[in-house]
């Protein structure tokens, strides 16, 4: 399945290859970003995430390592999906979050909470 996500006030829009990973399964994170943004966050490679935004439109932030780009939209602030590798394997990865994916029925996500405050 395809589904199509975006930001708040659609500035960021992109398509996701829903059979590239899993969208009823989820990880919330309590590192000190994902704790204060909210995100239910799902992985996808990274080619399975089409822009339909120019990425020079997008804000990127980075911190602690420096090896996540979390992209969000300068006008309403949401932070649709990050990017990075796979420190496993070195595959391109998207971090999705499935709130952003407007047909996905968030009851019925399956939510793994993550101890990401510990890394």
């Not at 919330?28 to 990274?46: E, V």
């Not at 998207?94 to 968030?106: G, I, Q, T, Y």
Request: aromatic share 8%; charged share 20%; with cysteine.
């Amino acid at each position: 399945m395809h589904y199509q996500g975006s930001c708040h006030c659609g500035a960021i829009a992109f398509d996701l290859d829903g059979a590239a990973g899993r969208v009823d399964e989820a990880i919330d994170c309590n590192c000190s970003m994902c704790r204060r943004r909210g995100s239910l966050l799902a992985a996808f490679p990274r080619d399975a995430l089409t822009l339909k935004t120019p990425e020079s439109e997008m804000g990127t932030y980075t911190f602690n390592r420096h090896h996540i780009q979390h992209r969000f939209c300068p006008t309403c602030g949401v932070a649709p999906f990050s990017e990075g590798s796979n420190p496993k394997t070195g595959e391109r990865m998207a971090m999705v979050n499935l709130r952003c994916l407007p047909d996905v029925d968030l009851s019925k996500v399956k939510v793994t909470h993550y101890d990401g405050a510990s890394y």
